[in-house]
């Protein structure tokens, strides 16, 4: 199973629309927050995938949760977009949450900063931003590929700009 994973849109419908049809193969689209408006056009528009996502604290007026799981192919996954945790002064909350959760995959967004890791038995990852409108630095998104061998992940720099 292929999951794309993308975080901090901020409005900007054509980068989301690009990453989609650039991972047709993907099956789950996990939106971590900070443009629920554009998300939810998209899940409309594609209906054979399965959509996830949780608000941002940009998200306003949004009734989704700040933290949700999910289980994909056996895998549970703990995904948020950060804010409540306050990633952006450190991982320490979020790994905490996502191990009470007893997450095998824990994903956030909120930084605007890519990172993947594997880290005592759990794999973290953000994906990055797909903003332009925002101080991200490159944009990226990230991809989760669940098979009989394991998980596989990674983060993509779109080359469709």
């Not at 399965?50 to 608000?55: A, E, H, L, P, W």
């Amino acid at each position: 199973m292929r999951i794309l994973v993308v975080s901090d849109t901020h409005g900007d419908q054509h980068l989301l629309a690009k990453a989609i049809q650039k991972q047709r193969t993907a099956e789950v689209v996990i939106h971590l927050g900070d443009g629920v408006r554009e998300f939810e056009l998209f899940r409309a528009e594609y209906p054979e995938k399965t959509f996830f996502c949780v608000r941002g604290n940009c998200d306003f007026g949004v009734e989704l949760p700040h933290t949700d799981t999910v289980t994909l192919e056996g895998k549970k996954i703990f995904y948020t977009h950060g804010y409540a945790q306050q990633v952006k002064s450190g991982l320490y909350t979020l790994k905490q949450d996502a191990r009470s959760a007893k997450a095998d995959i824990c994903l956030f967004g909120h930084t605007h900063r890519a990172m993947n890791e594997y880290e005592d038995g759990m794999y973290l990852m953000n994906p990055g931003s797909l903003s332009r409108g925002r101080a991200s630095g490159t944009l990226s998104y990230g991809i989760i590929d669940i098979t009989p061998g394991g998980v596989f992940m990674k983060i993509l720099s779109p080359t469709f700009f």
